[in-house]
């Protein structure tokens, strides 16, 4: 019923940015955007930033001041725009959201940081 498809990752150097973006297909009808999530070779998936329906936003750690959560309702899309980027982001990057059947996950787009 619902599809989430994240695009914009690739490979960039240390000190780059990229803007990834996450677009809902389907039968969106009450879709929220939860927020972003990666998952780096060899551990597990962590949470990168959130954004409520109410449109707070928070982020993790050793992302804040770096990456920056937004959402578009016209255009059924959550971005995330990464500046700043280290080698430690690299990771695949995926986008989270919960609808009245229940969450979605998008594939998951890689976003590599060279030093």
């Known amino acids: 019923q619902v599809q989430l498809v994240e695009s914009g990752g690739g490979l960039v150097q240390a000190g780059g940015s990229l803007r990834l973006s996450c677009a809902a297909s389907g039968n969106i009808f009450g879709l929220h955007y939860l927020g972003w999530f990666r998952q780096a070779p060899g551990k597990q998936r962590g949470l990168v930033a959130t954004i409520t329906s109410g449109g707070v936003t928070d982020y993790a750690d050793s992302v804040k001041g770096r990456f920056t959560i937004s959402r578009d309702h016209a255009k059924n899309a959550v971005y995330l725009q990464m500046n700043s980027l280290k080698p430690e982001d690299t990771a695949v990057y995926y986008c989270?959201?919960?609808?009245?059947?229940?969450?979605?996950w998008g594939q998951g787009t890689q976003v590599t940081v060279s030093s």
């Open positions: 989270k959201a919960l609808g009245p059947m229940g969450v979605y």
